[in-house]
């Protein structure tokens, strides 16, 4: 048989078989499997995204969650700064007026104290005055019978008297 | 398990009509030589029975149903063609021997008988695939057995091939373009087995080659755009190339170049890879002649020369396949044109 020449009969079985064999793997055959492969890459080109997506969402809320962490941090850190303050203030202002109040006390204390040793000089030389008028009285009466003594005496007496008295 | 299957492979090869013929040829002692013209005809052409081997020089051959339309359909066995008043020409075809004149003939020669098997072993292949895909979810499950075997191939063509040079529109392509493809690649694989269920030159023949060509020509006509046949009948070029139809004439003989070319490339390219390992291998019959020695040696490098050359065929195999698959697709791309790119 020719090799160059195509034999009829073998042709013609050539476009029966090819053409069985074509419409049963284009109906039966490649479509199936063309369509489960496609569908699966499109499966996994849709999971792909989900993932890219549920990944980015995740980094979003991690950045949400560090910037709310650092807003308590910064928060907490405020407040315990104020309350510090707070709490140095009050205490400042409560020492302060404790011991304005102690210096009034004081003051207080001092012009009581002060009155009170007025009043006992006063009573204490009103006393002495009465006790150097009765020893001034006995003197006196002793003491009369020389006179010119008696005299220089008595101015002494009076000085010293007028001098205490004007003290 | 593997064993019973070999049997039972065994037992169905008996049943087949093996005929066994007694060598017609003398016994030539001294000088056993072949006639290479022969050996590589028969081998490589199509014949109306399947010669498997000679064992003790017995020929075994599977005797093929003639079908001949010769006033009247007339079907009978290769083995009877003598009684029912048939004789083989010159180029081994059957003509009526009152006449002399050939009938129409289709009869299921080598090639048809091989083309019904790896056919059936195709579809077998192909329909178990997708059987796979119907019962199971892809979504949940990585593909098994024959799925994961086939559906890189499947893919791969798909999206490296076909996809790339059809265009938006090649889903409705795919399926011929796969079918191709796969037709093309079993036919050539199963050509490179040396015995019974393989060893046709199937498509190292020309009429399967030619056919091929057409329906990729049909695939590539029939659904062109008006914008193809624009560029062929009418297409941008100054008016005097068109008013004297000079393109015109140019494009339609290049509308059945391309196909042809496909025909011829598919088939010089397996008949050339058989005749090749045909040849290598016939070496060792050649050398008989020249001494145990030099017959020796040359028998190992033969050997080793036939393995080289068997596993660039199953290169081949796999390239031929692809390039007609390819170009086809190239070919259908190119009849839907772009119009914005053009």
């Not at chain 1, 990944?55 to 650092?70: C, N």
Request: with cysteine; net charge negative; charged share 20%.
């Amino acid at each position: 048989m020719s090799l160059i020449t195509p034999d009829f009969g073998l042709l013609f079985w050539m476009v029966i078989i090819f053409g069985a064999v074509f419409f049963l793997l284009a109906k039966f055959g490649f479509p199936v499997i063309t369509k489960a492969v496609r569908e699966r890459s499109e499966h996994i080109a849709e999971s792909l995204r989900a993932a890219e997506e549920a990944r980015l969402s995740l980094e979003r809320l991690t950045a949400e969650q560090d910037r709310i962490l650092e807003r308590t941090r910064q928060e907490q850190a405020r407040l315990i700064k104020e309350t510090t303050d707070e709490r140095n203030s009050i205490i400042a202002k409560a020492s302060e007026e404790a011991s304005a109040e102690a210096a009034k006390v004081m003051q207080k204390a001092r012009e009581e104290i002060a009155a009170e040793q007025e009043l006992a000089r006063r009573e204490l030389r009103s006393e002495v005055s009465a006790l150097s008028v009765a020893i001034a009285e006995k003197i006196v009466r002793k003491e009369l019978e020389d006179t010119g003594e008696q005299k220089a005496l008595l101015d002494k007496f009076v000085d010293e008297a007028v001098h205490s008295q004007m003290n | 398990m593997r064993a019973s299957r070999f049997i039972i492979l065994g037992l169905l090869f008996l049943l087949l009509p093996v005929r066994s013929f007694a060598a017609a040829q003398d016994d030539g002692k001294e000088s056993p030589s072949i006639d290479m013209q022969e050996y590589l005809f028969g081998h490589v052409a199509d014949s109306y029975e399947w010669h498997i081997t000679n064992i003790n020089g017995k020929e075994i051959a599977i005797s093929l149903p003639c079908i001949l339309i010769d006033d009247g359909l007339k079907v009978f066995s290769f083995h009877d063609h003598e009684a029912n008043g048939y004789t083989l020409n010159e180029e081994g075809k059957l003509i009526n021997s009152q006449t002399g004149k050939r009938p129409l003939d289709i009869s299921v020669t080598k090639n048809v008988c091989g083309l019904f098997i790896d056919s059936i072993l195709l579809v077998l292949l192909i329909l178990l695939c997708a059987r796979w895909y119907r019962k199971h979810d892809v979504l949940k499950e990585a593909p098994t057995g024959l799925a994961a075997l086939l559906e890189p191939v499947i893919v791969t063509i798909e999206n490296d091939v076909i996809k790339d040079a059809v265009g938006p529109e090649y889903q409705k392509f795919s399926p011929y373009l796969l079918t191709a493809f796969f037709f093309i690649l079993i036919n050539n694989l199963m050509g490179i087995l040396p015995c019974f269920p393989g060893g046709a030159n199937i498509t190292g023949n020309i009429a399967v080659t030619m056919a091929m060509a057409l329906f990729t020509f049909l695939a590539v006509n029939l659904f062109g755009t008006r914008h193809y046949w624009k560029e062929i009948l009418w297409p941008d070029v100054p008016i005097f190339l068109k008013a004297v139809p000079i393109m015109p004439v140019i494009e339609i003989v290049g509308m059945f170049t391309k196909p042809f070319s496909l025909m011829i490339r598919l088939f010089a390219n397996m008949l050339a890879g058989h005749i090749m390992l045909l040849s290598t291998i016939a070496v060792i019959f050649l050398t008989v002649k020249l001494g145990p020695a030099l017959n020796g040696t040359l028998s190992v490098i033969s050997v080793l020369f036939g393995i080289f050359l068997d596993v660039l065929e199953l290169l081949v195999a796999f390239i031929q396949a692809y390039v007609f698959t390819m170009l086809s697709s190239v070919f259908i791309g190119l009849a839907h044109p772009n119009p914005e790119t053009h």
